[in-house]
């Protein structure tokens, strides 16, 4: 320990001599840029495949069990479809998507990106759905050409949830009291220190109303389906792809050889290489090579809308 000491000084002293030296210490790995990895396939062309896995939020989330987090969701994303637009060689996009959905913003930003990116660029984006495709998850998805999923995907759950945690039951076991100062009768609204009033309640299902009807209209807007139908389907209730299918949720039920394929015909490409990008120390061996699930955030005590399966 002596020994470190000494040293430390060292390198001190030398600093304050030179007059010019840094001595920096980073205790997280830097962010490295984005890599393009061949997965398959061959030829000029490319499809680009994008990986949307776990929950959809903007912050970052732990990645492993040693503590280290990875960009969220939402800044990846554009990161990827910024690299795309610099390369002309990126002729489709596949969203190989595996998620219960999540924030209502981030799932919205989500659409808006993919939106803009088709609008611009002119590429094909096909959607296609894994385990999961649903809540905030499949809001993103309308802003594809197609979608597509798995025969054993999930998808659907249309719909708002708010939830908020209520402490007040174990702080008058443990003895513990909350105390608010506030500048209006409703600033503290939402506190997990107290109980939500019936007025509190109302406005809370009056915003939750407002974003379920943004989902619906959006559903209305890209499905071209009738505001009737998609009421009764938008309760809810999760599907199977092939019910997705029937109720003209999705385009086609199939496996993500086949939405590469689809996204390939649409770009009118004979043949193409499947890429993806990834970063350094990121494995991705093939077009099933995914990111771990994160869902930390749900253990946030405020107050959180979502588009959201959780079963």
Same mark, same amino acid.
């Given at each position: 320990?002596?020994?470190?000491?000494?040293?430390?000084?060292?390198?001190?002293?030398?600093?304050?001599?030179?007059?010019?030296?840094?001595?920096?210490?980073s205790?997280?790995p830097?962010?490295?840029?984005?890599?393009e990895?061949?997965?398959?396939?061959?030829?000029?062309?490319?499809?680009?495949?994008?990986?949307l896995?776990?929950?959809?939020?903007?912050?970052?989330?732990?990645?492993?069990?040693?503590g280290?987090?990875?960009?969220?969701?939402?800044? @990846?994303?554009?990161?990827e479809?910024?690299?795309?637009? +610099?390369?002309?060689?990126?002729?489709?996009?596949?969203? +190989?998507?595996n998620?219960?959905?999540?924030?209502?913003?981030?799932?919205?930003?989500?659409?808006?990106?993919?939106?803009?990116?088709?609008?611009?660029?002119?590429?094909?984006?096909?959607?296609?759905?894994?385990?999961?495709?649903?809540?905030?998850a499949?809001?993103?998805?309308?802003?594809?050409?197609?979608?597509?999923?798995?025969?054993?995907?999930?998808?659907?759950?249309?719909?708002?949830?708010?939830?908020?945690i209520?402490?007040?039951?174990?702080?008058?076991?443990?003895?513990?009291?909350?105390?608010?100062i506030?500048?209006?009768?409703?600033?503290?609204?939402?506190?997990?220190? @107290?109980?939500?009033?019936?007025?509190? @309640?109302?406005?809370?299902?009056?915003v939750?109303?407002?974003?379920?009807?943004?989902?619906?209209?959006?559903?209305?807007?890209?499905?071209?389906?009738?505001?009737?139908?998609?009421?009764?389907?938008?309760?809810?209730?999760i599907?199977?792809?092939?019910?997705?299918?029937?109720?003209?949720?999705?385009?086609e039920?199939?496996?993500?050889?086949?939405?590469?394929?689809?996204?390939k015909?649409?770009?009118?490409?004979?043949?193409?290489?499947?890429?993806?990008?990834? +970063?350094?120390?990121?494995?991705?061996?093939?077009?099933?090579?995914r990111?771990?699930?994160?869902?930390?955030?749900?253990?946030?005590?405020g107050?959180?809308?979502?588009?959201?399966?959780w079963?």
């Amino acid at each position: 320990m002596k020994r470190i000491m000494m040293l430390l000084a060292a390198l001190g002293v030398a600093g304050v001599l030179s007059g010019c030296t840094f001595l920096k210490v980073s205790l997280t790995p830097e962010m490295q840029p984005l890599e393009e990895q061949v997965l398959s396939g061959a030829g000029r062309d490319k499809v680009l495949v994008l990986d949307l896995s776990g929950m959809i939020t903007s912050e970052r989330s732990s990645s492993s069990l040693s503590g280290a987090s990875e960009i969220g969701m939402v800044p @990846r994303l554009r990161e990827e479809l910024d690299r795309a637009r +610099r390369d002309r060689s990126v002729k489709a996009a596949v969203l +190989r998507i595996n998620s219960p959905g999540g924030g209502v913003t981030a799932s919205d930003v989500l659409y808006h990106e993919i939106k803009k990116f088709r609008q611009e660029t002119g590429i094909p984006v096909i959607a296609h759905f894994m385990d999961a495709g649903a809540s905030g998850a499949y809001y993103a998805a309308l802003a594809a050409d197609w979608i597509s999923a798995q025969p054993t995907s999930v998808t659907g759950s249309i719909g708002v949830i708010m939830w908020r945690i209520d402490a007040t039951g174990l702080m008058q076991k443990v003895g513990i009291q909350a105390v608010e100062i506030v500048s209006g009768e409703r600033k503290g609204m939402g506190s997990p220190f @107290r109980t939500v009033t019936p007025e509190e @309640r109302a406005i809370f299902k009056n915003v939750v109303d407002s974003i379920y009807e943004r989902f619906v209209a959006l559903i209305i807007k890209e499905r071209k389906l009738p505001r009737e139908q998609v009421l009764q389907l938008a309760d809810g209730r999760i599907f199977t792809s092939a019910n997705a299918k029937k109720e003209g949720l999705i385009d086609e039920v199939g496996y993500l050889e086949d939405a590469i394929e689809a996204a390939k015909k649409q770009a009118h490409l004979a043949q193409a290489q499947v890429v993806t990008y990834s +970063r350094p120390g990121e494995y991705k061996d093939n077009i099933y090579s995914r990111f771990s699930l994160d869902l930390g955030r749900m253990m946030d005590p405020g107050v959180q809308f979502m588009y959201i399966w959780w079963p």
